[in-house]
């Protein structure tokens, strides 16, 4: 496996776990890579007003480039922040507004793809704190 392979689902796993931090809504992380061939992973989250997408956004972004990711090749969406689309090639964040996602359902659309854990055990969280 290359390991570029390898660094895409972690990259995944510290922007969902930055959103959550942000209180993002029902945050997935999809395993696209077998079925799409332009990205590996979706991170896909939502925010209840645009306030909240853009600070999701921001942490996400932040979080990524702490753990060694750099920033986004391409970022969309950010001015009126119903759907702010994070590309970093190897994944892509997808942060909706409520109302956006449930339209969009992009979990409907990529429903036969697997699902990456990101959630961290409650024993290791609070070990950290």
Do not use: C
Request: proline residues 4%; hydrophobic residues 50%.
């Amino acid at each position: 496996m290359r390991a570029e392979a390898l660094v895409a689902p972690r990259l995944a796993v510290v922007a969902a776990r930055a959103a959550a931090s942000k209180k993002a809504e029902a945050t997935v992380v999809l395993d696209v890579g077998e079925v799409l061939v332009i990205t590996d992973a979706f991170v896909i989250t939502s925010g209840s007003n645009p306030r909240q997408v853009r600070t999701i956004a921001e942490e996400v972004e932040a979080a990524v480039k702490r753990a060694g990711g750099g920033g986004p090749l391409r970022t969309e969406g950010l001015d009126d922040a119903r759907w702010v689309l994070l590309d970093y090639g190897d994944f892509v964040v997808h942060v909706f507004l409520d109302e956006a996602r449930a339209y969009y359902d992009l979990e409907r659309l990529w429903g036969d793809v697997p699902r990456l854990s990101w959630e961290e055990p409650l024993a290791a969280a609070a070990a950290r704190h």
